[in-house]
Structure formats: structure tokens, C-alpha cells
């Protein structure tokens, strides 16, 4: 039975939504452990308040263990999660099931299951990316690189100087990440359809119980926050990218011209040319920008010029979402390992190209002359006549990571997603009262 079965929609028609259904349930799927998670954490704060009868309470939330444990299939008839679960608590429990979605829309479970996701799968982005910062903080790294601006070789670098930028935009990035969650973090359950609820501002057991909130009063504002969530992180998750794909094609170029090498499970043969070793791993990592950025337009185009209440072409912003993410957190699961096999192979400032010592020179003629212009102008002259330019090892440029800090951001997702385990511990406790 379709949860809106017995409303004033007849259920006996051809249904024109089943080809969106059909692409919804495998996302459904990766969502149904945060169905049951959360309706086990509302159960017990409807107990703790006397909403329902003992009985009725225990029978549900021993069903939402069982389930939570097998993990049941989504069908088409099903349609997603939220009816998948009521079905199979009904067919435990009988009438004593009736009440497994008592005063819940689809809306705020929907925006539950999303957050939950969202702060699973963001703790694993954000261990990762800091899992690459102290995997460069523990190489001591030697070598030196062209310094490029407008793809064309610019000053020279030190392996060191470039390896601490990494460190510096990835950190950034976990702040970054952090803060939109945060941002949209509350707990949605309470809502109703948006307009109102007898849940409204009451949830705080179920609050504690997931870690998650604050618990809001105000309907309206609270479901207006699912759009906002799916934005903010999709976009920043994008922005993540994005730095990313910089770095990528950093590397691309390097190993192209001989500055780095990589090893071989970063790279792939040519399916013609026996003389190739292709980056593609690091290409692949381009291609994950594009994607996010395409999900974080969507989310915005999604929701502009809507009303403020719940939309059904949100579900496909949901959907895409949802794979941006699981993609994203699968693609960088190699980066610290990416990171810590990089090797620098030149150490020689003679392996450099040598006009891209041209601005030190210039740095080093103005300390003698006192004009800056003059000494530019001096310098171009040399490279012109190929009167030859001094070759010199750049300073190293550091600016330290604060891993503490963002450790710090790291345990808040873990004891968060420990919450719940804890809770289902409380809920067996509470079945032998």
C-alpha cells in the first residue's frame, strides 16, 4: 500500500511518475538505514512524552531494529523508503503499526535522511582530505618545479613551497565543508508538510538521541532549509572540486614535462601506443569537478523562483545529489595515497628552463640599483641578447596547518554518527523495561 493510499487520490490508476520512481529507489536505497535510524530516535522521544501506548511503542521500535539489520528492497509498487518501512512495521506489528508514521510527511523524513546522509558521507570527505594533509605533513619533500602563470613557465618553485599549498587549500577546504553543514544543520523532523505540526518545536529527545539540531518552532522556516542544505553543500562540495582539479592538472603537467613521477596504480596504459603511462586517475579527478558543478547548478536552478513549501522536481535534485556525493567521497578515497607516492624528480636549478629565473634577477639587480624599472628593464635585456641570467635555489614558503583544529572538526561527524549507534543501544534497553 502506497503511504497517500486512502486519501482523496484513487490508487487504482496508471501511474505517470513511475519512470521518476525508477530512478529514485536506488538512492532510496542508500537512504533507508537513515529511515529507520531516524523514525527508532522519534519513536523514543513519543515514548518519553507518553504519546503512544507502551505496547505500541515497543512493537515499533523492535520492528525498526529488525529492519534496520536486514536492510530490505525498494520496489516500484513501494515507491521509496518511507513507505517500504511503514509496510514492513505494519506487517510485524499489525494495527500496532499504524502509528509508525504518526503526524510525519514524506517532506521532513526526506530532508532527515538527506542530512543524516550528508553528515555521514561529509565526515568521510573531510577524514580524507585531512588524512592528505598529514600524509604531506610527514614527507619531508624535496625538488624543485616551474612556477606557471597562463599555462606558461613563470618563476621557480620548491617542491616544498608547492606541497604546503596543498596542505593550505585542502585544510580550507574541510573548514569550508564544515561550515555548510552547519549552516543548514537542524533537526527537520517536527514540521509536518511545512505549515505546522503538533511535533512542532517538541523533538529534543529525539535531538539528543541523533546529535542532530537545534529543534525550530517555526514550520515554514524549518522546511526551507532542505533546498538550502542540498545548495550550500553541493556548492562547496563543488568549490572542494574544483581546487582539486587545479592541483590535478598541476600534476598533469609536471608528469607530462618530467617533474614528478607517479606510480603505476595512478596510471593506465594506451590502448594502441606501447610508450604510454596515461595519468588518468588524476584526469579522472577533473572530470569529478565537472560533475559536482553541474549537481550545484541543478540544486540552484531546482529550487529558484519556487514558493517556499515542498516541490516534487526536488526529489530529482535529491537523486543527483546523492550520487554527486557517494561519487565525490569514493573518487578522493586515493588521494592520500596520491599524495604520499608523489616523487620530485629535479633537484638542480640547471634543470630549469632558465628565463624563468628572470624576475629573482631582477629582484637581485634592484638591490644594487635601487630602480625597479631600471632593473626590469636590465633584465629583459639579458634575456633578449642571451647574455645568460644566475640560477638559484628559491626560498621555501611555509605557512603551517593546524591539524588540531581541524581533528577537532573531524571528531564532531564521529561522535555524531556514534550517537546513533548509541541510540540503538538505548532502544534494546528500552524493549527489556
Not at 514492513?88 to 523524513?109: D, F, M, P, T
Not at 592528505?132 to 624535496?142: E, L
Not at 556525493?325 to 632558465?354: H, M, Q, R
Amino acid at each position: 500500500m502506497k503511504l497517500w493510499a486512502g486519501g482523496v487520490q484513487p490508487a487504482d490508476r496508471r501511474d505517470s511518475t513511475e519512470t521518476f520512481v525508477k530512478h529514485d529507489i536506488e538512492v532510496e536505497i542508500s537512504l533507508l538505514k537513515y529511515e529507520i535510524l531516524s523514525l527508532i530516535a522519534y519513536h523514543l522521544d513519543l515514548a518519553q512524552r507518553g504519546v503512544m501506548e507502551k505496547d505500541e511503542s515497543k512493537c515499533v521500535i523492535e520492528a525498526l531494529i529488525r529492519l534496520l539489520e536486514e536492510r530490505p528492497d525498494i520496489d516500484i509498487d513501494q515507491e521509496d523508503a518511507h513507505t517500504t518501512v511503514e509496510n514492513a512495521v505494519i506487517k510485524r506489528c499489525g494495527k500496532l503499526g499504524h502509528n509508525v508514521r504518526l503526524y510525519l510527511s514524506r517532506n521532513e523524513q526526506v530532508h532527515s535522511n538527506v542530512l543524516m546522509f550528508t553528515i555521514e558521507r561529509c565526515s568521510g570527505i573531510i577524514s580524507r582530505l585531512i588524512e592528505s594533509i598529514r600524509t604531506i605533513q610527514t614527507r619531508d619533500v624535496k625538488g624543485l618545479l616551474p612556477g606557471t602563470t597562463h599555462f606558461m613557465p613563470a618563476m621557480p618553485l620548491t617542491a616544498a613551497t608547492y606541497a604546503n599549498y596543498i596542505q593550505n587549500v585542502l585544510a580550507i577546504s574541510v573548514k569550508s565543508l564544515n561550515s555548510a553543514i552547519d549552516s543548514a544543520s537542524i533537526l527537520p523532523y517536527g514540521y509536518g508538510s511545512g505549515y505546522g505540526s503538533p511535533n512542532s518545536g517538541k523533538l529534543k529527545a529525539m535531538s539528543d538521541l541523533l546529535g542532530i539540531g537545534p529543534v525550530l518552532t517555526n514550520p515554514v522556516f524549518a522546511s526551507s532549509l532542505y533546498p538550502i542544505l542540498i545548495t550550500s553543500v553541493s556548492s562547496t562540495i563543488s568549490q572542494i572540486s574544483i581546487t582539486i582539479s587545479r592541483i590535478a592538472m598541476d600534476l598533469i603537467e609536471y608528469y607530462r614535462d618530467g617533474y614528478i613521477s607517479l606510480p603505476s596504480e595512478f596510471t593506465t596504459g594506451s590502448s594502441l601506443m606501447p610508450n604510454k603511462r596515461n595519468p588518468d586517475y588524476i584526469e579522472l579527478l577533473q572530470g569529478i569537478a565537472s560533475l559536482s558543478s553541474s549537481v550545484s547548478v541543478l540544486s540552484m536552478m531546482t529550487s529558484m523562483n519556487k514558493t517556499s513549501g515542498y516541490h516534487r522536481d526536488f526529489q530529482m535534485m535529491k537523486d543527483s545529489y546523492v550520487c554527486m556525493v557517494n561519487y565525490v567521497y569514493e573518487a578522493i578515497s586515493w588521494l592520500p595515497d596520491l599524495f604520499g607516492s608523489i616523487e620530485f624528480t629535479v633537484k638542480d636549478p640547471e634543470k630549469l628552463p632558465e628565463s624563468i629565473f628572470a624576475t629573482g634577477n631582477a629582484w637581485d639587480e634592484f638591490s644594487s640599483t635601487h630602480d625597479w624599472k631600471e632593473s626590469y628593464i636590465d633584465t629583459g635585456r639579458k634575456l633578449r641578447e642571451n647574455s645568460g641570467l644566475k640560477r638559484y635555489m628559491p626560498d621555501d614558503y611555509i605557512d603551517p596547518v593546524d591539524l588540531g583544529y581541524l581533528e577537532i572538526i573531524r571528531s564532531r561527524y564521529d561522535e555524531v554518527v556514534k550517537k546513533w549507534v548509541d541510540m540503538i543501544e538505548k532502544a534494546k534497553r528500552y524493549l527489556d523495561e
